[in-house]
């Protein structure tokens, strides 16, 4: 990289990738039915099983799931406006 505007793209992307993977693996784990099936979505790099279990706690407790439930109400409305105002 040679100037700094290429650093800040590539660390925008690689920010972007691992906002996504997470937003994926976290609808895997709260779609996940039985506590073996959470353990296997644990990815390698997380050596311990009680800090996965912490993680996937705070994950499917009632107070994430409204805030998640409220987020993904707004930004569906969000987009709907996007596309009723483009029409």
């Not at 972007?16 to 784990?29: A, Q, T, Y």
């Not at 311990?48 to 499917?60: I, L």
Request: with cysteine; aromatic share 12%; proline share 2%.
């Amino acid at each position: 990289m040679q100037e700094e505007w290429q650093r800040v793209v590539i660390f925008k992307q690689m920010g972007n990738i691992w906002r996504v993977w997470k937003s994926r693996l976290v609808s895997e784990v709260r779609a996940a039915k039985t506590v073996a099936e959470r353990i296997d979505l644990k990815p390698s790099n997380i050596p311990s099983t009680q800090v996965w279990n912490t993680w996937v706690r705070s994950k499917t407790n009632a107070a994430f799931t409204v805030s998640y439930l409220q987020l993904t109400t707004f930004l569906f409305i969000c987009v709907d406006i996007y596309h009723v105002g483009n029409k």
